[in-house]
């Protein structure tokens, strides 16, 4: 997560936060972005994806079929008109059918 939030500020994004599972990263997190609301939470069972206009996720998860349950999760939940900005490295095009 460490360009992200100067990223997201540097296009004009004015509510930034983000979301960990682990909270030693979520201290962390708070010291490394003092300005940045950071959720200690699941991906797969975080509530507050519709507060957001921009999402973003980078190889959250390593399991492929939990992966594609929170992709759901995020996509149902997120707000309408709301960009999705999602990576993952093992996941292939047929994967996200699923969804």
């Known amino acids: 997560m460490?360009?992200?939030?100067?990223?997201?500020?540097?296009?004009?994004?004015?509510k930034v936060a983000g979301l960990e599972y682990n909270q030693v990263l979520v201290e962390k997190s708070k010291q490394d972005f003092r300005d940045i609301k950071i959720h200690c939470g699941n991906m797969l069972t975080f509530t507050g994806y519709e507060q957001y206009d921009i999402l973003y996720a980078y190889n959250p998860l390593r399991d492929d079929n939990l992966m594609i349950e929170a992709l759901y999760h995020i996509i149902k939940n997120m707000k309408v008109g709301a960009s999705f900005y999602f990576y993952n490295a093992r996941l292939k095009r047929e994967d996200l059918k699923k969804i």
């Not at 460490?2 to 004015?14: A, S």
Request: aromatic share 0%; glycine share 8%; with cysteine.
């Open 2 to 14: 460490p360009l992200i939030p100067q990223i997201m500020k540097d296009i004009g994004c004015k």
